[in-house]
């Protein structure tokens, strides 16, 4: 088989070949994706703001309840002493507040967000109702403002997603157009949020697209940018979390620890992640309705918060103190253990609340604990290797784990420690386990999908790869009825695998003039099906779908799928008039069979024990060989 990239046509030299193969390029992009970006422009803004108001809005409702004070400041519930029914009576309100808007105003705003967008990015083509951009922060706001250990993050991605949905469905937009201003906003809420547009526009990629293509990366880079921009005179342009390492230079050793701290971090984000269902799973088996369930997980908030009251909340300033190095042991081991069990039983409850500020809190509370074991370098360091790689194992976004941390703290000396511990802690979750959090609620509602992502092996092959080159042709003026040995032409396979089917028989006839150009077909069909015909030319299709040997597999699955066939003749690409050959839906697999093969076949092309002595053929290889080979050997 010729590589697959170049052949003897390819080379830069052949001016022949540059005509045939223009159509073709690195990227499938067109000037429609202007439009696209044009759009992502005020949905980035309006990402930006939506995370604004929920920002102050979680901020005043949390001073209402814990301080009975008008203001929108952002307070932790925590930081101060209440009551002890107050702390356990708040978050049980804020449950069943959540409840009832739930039940009557939309179920979509159950949840921590990111399932609800994914499900609606794959499954309902990018549309989201109104009032879910409504509900959704509005029932975030109230539940951690109420105490709820959630982040904002998971519903000003849901609310920024419904903003650019609701806009994309006013226009006259693709389903793919739709989803790129969908992503735009939530990338621009979660930008707008940690101010890390790098990260944000990661996670776009990562986890909303579903694909890595200009059309959709330009909008969300766009939004993301404006987000960003307009993030400044709201919220302020400095790190949430700033860290200064100093002048940071890791050793091997702490280089080799980062692996340890990424693989105790993958532990911890597989077990948060599994707290989190069988919580889901046992308020299932209630016998209440769902309405019900995030009151009881309030009262479970609450008496987390009698324990370790700073586990309260959003969690902001214990996430500064862990990066920092201030926290003190008690309320590291505090954090690590009661949030860890609060958030997870909580979040089950199906209440309406983010993971990512919970992550990081928990990831820099197991990052401390291990600073406190491991070789001592800046403070605050081992907390950053902590959260990123429980954030790496938790989201299995080992790229936006590694950004985020950088983002968040400014601690950009840190950036191999951090790859390492957010790689092996990435790796270690996807050995364990198959879904993530964010991921498994939408596998429990019976739909699949994959997070990996490579080049479609039918984008990579071209027609003359695969195609049938000498097919049985007829002429107009064959009689009928065929001779058998015709109707019996097999179209052979190239599939590379050991035991690869068997050669079908050829079921499209080209058919050809006197000077052998296309003038139609005719299918196997209509030439073993009784009817008052008596040559080929009454029969004849004069219009086929046909494609060009230069044609990829996948422009070709394309037609075939539009057309509903299953075969086409193959048209030489300097003279489209001349047969060049016939592929078929057969034919097409075979490229898959060409990606089964490299993934799964496995050889030794180059044997050590060659080096020392060159192997010599079989006796029954030789007849094989011809010309110089059979001399030389």
């Given at each position: 088989m010729r590589d697959k990239h170049i052949d003897d046509h390819d080379r830069p030299g052949d001016p022949a070949a540059r005509p045939h193969r223009s159509h073709l390029g690195d990227f499938t992009l067109t000037p429609r994706v202007l439009v696209t970006v044009a759009w992502a422009v005020p949905i980035g803004a309006l990402g930006a703001v939506a995370a604004w108001a929920l920002l102050r809005l979680i901020g005043l409702i949390t001073n209402l309840v814990f301080f009975q004070r008008l203001s929108t400041t952002m307070v932790a519930p925590g930081s101060g002493p209440h009551q002890a029914w107050l702390v356990v009576l708040a978050p049980v309100v804020g449950g069943l507040i959540v409840g009832v808007m739930a039940r009557y105003g939309s179920e979509k705003i159950r949840g921590h967000g990111m399932p609800e967008a994914i499900e609606a990015i794959l499954m309902r083509r990018s549309r989201v109702e109104p009032r879910v951009a409504v509900l959704k922060p509005v029932s975030a706001a109230v539940s951690i403002g109420t105490g709820g250990p959630f982040g904002a993050e998971g519903p000003i991605i849901m609310t920024g997603g419904a903003l650019g949905s609701l806009l994309a469905q006013h226009l006259h937009m693709s389903a793919d157009e739709r989803k790129a201003l969908m992503v735009s906003g939530a990338a621009a809420g979660m930008a707008a949020t940690f101010n890390a547009p790098l990260?944000?526009?990661?996670?776009?990629?990562?986890?909303?697209?579903?694909?890595?293509?200009?059309?959709?990366?330009?909008?969300?880079?766009?939004?993301?940018?404006?987000a960003a921009i307009v993030r400044a005179p709201l919220l302020g342009a400095a790190p949430i979390f700033p860290v200064d390492l100093g002048a940071l230079v890791a050793s091997p050793v702490v280089d080799l620890l980062c692996v340890v701290a990424g693989l105790l971090g993958g532990l911890l984000a597989v077990a948060v992640t599994a707290l989190?269902?069988?919580?889901?799973?046992?308020?299932?088996?209630?016998?209440?309705?769902?309405?019900?369930?995030?009151?009881?997980?309030?009262?479970?908030?609450?008496?987390?918060?009698?324990?370790?009251?700073?586990?309260?909340?959003?969690?902001?300033?214990?996430?500064?103190?862990?990066?920092?190095?201030?926290?003190?042991?008690?309320?590291?081991?505090?954090?690590?253990?009661?949030?860890?069990?609060?958030?997870?039983?909580?979040?089950?409850?199906?209440?309406?609340?983010?993971?990512?500020?919970?992550?990081?809190?928990?990831?820099?509370?197991?990052?401390?604990?291990?600073?406190?074991?491991?070789?001592?370098?800046?403070?605050?360091?081992?907390?950053?290797?902590?959260?990123?790689?429980?954030?790496?194992?938790?989201?299995?976004?080992?790229?936006?784990?590694?950004?985020?941390?950088?983002?968040?703290?400014?601690?950009?000396?840190?950036?191999?420690?951090?790859?390492?511990?957010?790689?092996?802690?990435?790796?270690?979750?996807?050995?364990?386990?198959?879904?993530?959090?964010?991921?498994?609620?939408?596998?429990?509602?019976?739909?699949?999908?994959?997070?990996?992502?490579?080049?479609?092996?039918?984008?990579?092959?071209?027609?003359?790869?695969v195609m049938h080159p000498a097919p049985t042709t007829l002429r107009p003026d064959d009689p009928l009825p065929l001779p058998t040995a015709v109707l019996d032409a097999i179209v052979p396979r190239r599939g590379p695998l050991p035991g690869a089917p068997l050669a079908p028989l050829q079921r499209l006839f080209p058919v050809l003039d006197e000077d052998h150009r296309v003038v139609g077909v005719v299918t196997r069909?209509?030439?073993?099906?009784?009817?008052?015909?008596?040559?080929?030319?009454?029969?004849?299709?004069?219009?086929?779908?046909?494609?060009?040997?230069?044609?990829?597999?996948?422009?070709?699955?394309?037609?075939?799928a539009q057309a509903a066939v299953g075969a086409a003749p193959v048209l030489d690409d300097h003279d489209p008039t001349r047969l060049a050959g016939v592929v078929t839906v057969e034919q097409l697999l075979d490229g898959r069979l060409r990606d089964l093969a490299e993934e799964h076949h496995?050889?030794?092309?180059?044997?050590?024990?060659?080096?020392?002595?060159?192997?010599?053929?079989?006796?029954?290889?030789?007849?094989?060989?011809?010309?110089?080979?059979?001399?030389?050997?």
């Open positions: 990260a944000s526009v990661l996670l776009a990629v990562e986890l909303l697209l579903f694909e890595w293509r200009p059309r959709s990366f330009l909008p969300v880079s766009a939004a993301v940018a404006i989190v269902y069988f919580s889901e799973d046992t308020f299932a088996r209630l016998p209440l309705h769902w309405m019900w369930w995030p009151a009881i997980g309030g009262a479970i908030i609450g008496v987390g918060g009698l324990i370790e009251p700073r586990a309260l909340g959003v969690g902001y300033d214990v996430i500064d103190e862990l990066l920092t190095g201030r926290a003190t042991l008690a309320l590291v081991v505090g954090i690590l253990v009661m949030k860890s069990l609060i958030w997870g039983l909580s979040l089950g409850s199906g209440t309406s609340g983010g993971v990512l500020a919970p992550v990081f809190m928990i990831g820099a509370a197991l990052g401390a604990l291990e600073g406190l074991v491991f070789p001592t370098t800046a403070p605050g360091f081992w907390a950053v290797v902590g959260l990123s790689a429980v954030v790496g194992g938790v989201m299995r976004s080992p790229l936006t784990g590694v950004v985020f941390s950088l983002e968040l703290t400014h601690a950009w000396n840190a950036l191999l420690p951090l790859l390492i511990a957010s790689t092996a802690a990435y790796g270690l979750s996807a050995l364990l386990l198959k879904r993530s959090v964010l991921t498994e609620k939408i596998a429990r509602r019976g739909y699949h999908l994959s997070r990996e992502y490579d080049v479609d092996p039918l984008e990579v092959l071209r027609v003359d790869e069909r209509q030439l073993t099906a009784p009817r008052e015909a008596t040559t080929v030319a009454d029969l004849l299709i004069t219009d086929p779908l046909t494609v060009h040997s230069r044609d990829t597999l996948r422009t070709v699955a394309s037609r075939f496995r050889e030794r092309p180059m044997n050590p024990r060659r080096w020392i002595r060159p192997a010599r053929p079989r006796t029954g290889d030789r007849a094989e060989l011809t010309g110089s080979d059979a001399a030389s050997a």
